[in-house]
């Protein structure tokens, strides 16, 4: 039977998009996610129990999973979101992000190869990416596009990069039907707290040090993670197959801009002191290889699929810091010993450091 393959659809933007599109996709969707520490069920839990998706627990390290896998369904849409994901955590263990992120697309693409056996037509594998390929830019320099070669500076970048080539050479050489999509930092709800927004939410509320890398004058391109999604939609529909898509959000920042941001938020919903929370910023030793600046030239997503982001990030980040608010069993749940762990070898030397 036909159906779309939402891979990571337990994870942060993936289970964005299953969302989004589990109203109204056109064939049934299956999920398959490994629930490593940044998967989590419960954001998908009321689409599984209404029966709107089919769960599948799966690793996509493991090739015969996905041999299977493709063998029960005649999926028309891979949307690959499943990877590590987070820089950090590739500096202090690169090994899992070339099994999962290299090795794991490669096995995706020869399941789907093996089972589409060069019937292409109507098929689409959709691979999802990071402007981090393509390193870093200087205060000056014009931002990212489709053009800008790679040059990936951290673990996670250069195994994305490594997954961006396999896709390319896929298509290249077998007339694979795929796409790429190169997307700037997202944010939003469901996103796991170790990346910058949600850590510094939760930080702020709990009233825990907020540990700013460097100077926290490095500049990242915010994008609405509903955007990100609709971006999606709109490749999928419309999307040239083969063709690579750089999405961003048009929101250059820096981190003391956003952290501060939050922290006056935090402090008006809490009712403490106008910027109280402020008082909690550190500035901690950087994160090696640091990229300066990341920043995306969307034109070509906007020109020729008509799409554009319609949100602002300091105009969403009330209702964010609301979101946080109001799930703080979800956020209970996903804090497991995995993540207690993570921080303390993140943070607690850094913050020593400063204290
Ligand atoms: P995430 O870490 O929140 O989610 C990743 C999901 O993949 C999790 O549900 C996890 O359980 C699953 N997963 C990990 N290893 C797996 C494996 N071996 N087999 C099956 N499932 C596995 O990440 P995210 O932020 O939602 O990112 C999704 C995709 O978007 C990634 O490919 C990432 O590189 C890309 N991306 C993210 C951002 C961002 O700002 N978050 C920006 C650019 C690109
Ligand atoms: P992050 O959310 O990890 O995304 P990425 O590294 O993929 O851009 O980090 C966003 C920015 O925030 C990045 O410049 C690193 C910085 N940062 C901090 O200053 N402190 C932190 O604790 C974290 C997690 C990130």
């Known amino acids: 039977?036909?159906?779309?393959?939402?891979?990571?659809?337990?994870?942060?933007?993936?289970?964005?998009?299953?969302?989004?599109?589990?109203?109204?996709?056109?064939?049934?969707?299956?999920?398959?996610?490994a629930l490593t520490y940044s998967g989590n069920l419960a954001s998908?839990?009321?689409?599984?129990?209404?029966?709107?998706?089919?769960?599948?627990?799966?690793?996509?390290?493991?090739?015969d999973t996905l041999t299977e896998l493709f063998a029960r369904h005649d999926f028309q849409r891979v949307v690959h979101f499943a990877a590590e994901s987070h820089v950090d955590r590739s500096i202090l263990g690169p090994r899992a992000f070339v099994e999962t992120n290299v090795v794991g697309t490669l096995n995706l693409l020869a399941a789907a190869r093996d089972r589409w056996q060069g019937n292409f037509a109507q098929r689409?594998?959709?691979?999802?990416?990071?402007?981090?390929?393509?390193?870093?830019?200087?205060?000056?320099?014009?931002?990212?596009?489709?053009?800008?070669?790679?040059?990936?500076?951290?673990?996670?970048?250069?195994?994305?990069?490594?997954?961006?080539?396999?896709?390319?050479?896929?298509?290249h050489t077998y007339g694979f039907p795929a796409i790429i999509t190169n997307c700037s930092n997202n944010y939003g709800p469901w996103q796991f707290p170790e990346k910058l927004i949600p850590l510094m939410i939760l930080n702020a509320i709990e009233g825990r040090e907020l540990p700013v890398y460097g100077d926290g004058l490095q500049v990242r391109d915010w994008l609405h993670v509903a955007d990100h999604c609709d971006a999606l939609r709109v490749v999928l529909e419309?999307?040239?197959?083969?063709?690579?898509?750089?999405?961003?959000?048009?929101?250059?920042?820096?981190?003391?801009?956003?952290?501060?941001?939050?922290?006056?938020?935090?402090?008006?919903?809490?009712?403490?002191?106008?910027?109280?929370?402020?008082?909690?910023?550190?500035?901690?030793?950087?994160?090696?290889?640091?990229?300066?600046?990341?920043?995306?030239?969307?034109g070509k997503v906007r020109r020729e699929l008509g799409w554009s982001p319609r949100f602002d990030l300091m105009a969403?980040?009330?209702e964010l810091v609301d979101w946080y608010l109001a799930?703080?069993?979800?956020?209970?749940?996903?804090?497991?010993?995995?993540?207690l762990r993570f921080y303390e070898q993140q943070y607690s030397h850094r913050l020593r450091k400063t204290s």
């Open 316 to 318: 969403s980040l009330p």
């Open 238 to 298: 419309r999307g040239t197959v083969g063709a690579t898509y750089c999405i961003g959000g048009g929101q250059q920042h820096t981190n003391l801009q956003v952290v501060s941001s939050i922290c006056d938020l935090v402090s008006e919903r809490l009712g403490q002191a106008p910027r109280a929370a402020r008082r909690l910023i550190r500035h901690v030793e950087d994160r090696p290889g640091h990229d300066r600046r990341y920043a995306i030239d969307s």
């Open 327 to 339: 799930h703080a069993d979800w956020v209970a749940g996903i804090r497991s010993g995995d993540y």
């Open 124 to 171: 689409l594998f959709l691979h999802i990416s990071t402007d981090e390929v393509f390193g870093t830019l200087a205060a000056t320099e014009p931002p990212f596009n489709e053009s800008t070669p790679y040059a990936p500076n951290s673990p996670y970048a250069a195994s994305k990069a490594a997954s961006d080539h396999l896709v390319r050479a896929w298509h």
């Open 44 to 63: 998908i839990a009321e689409l599984i129990e209404a029966r709107r998706i089919q769960f599948v627990h799966a690793d996509i390290r493991d090739p």
């Open 1 to 33: 039977m036909s159906a779309w393959l939402i891979t990571g659809g337990a994870g942060f933007i993936g289970s964005n998009f299953v969302r989004a599109v589990a109203a109204d996709a056109p064939a049934p969707i299956v999920v398959l996610d």
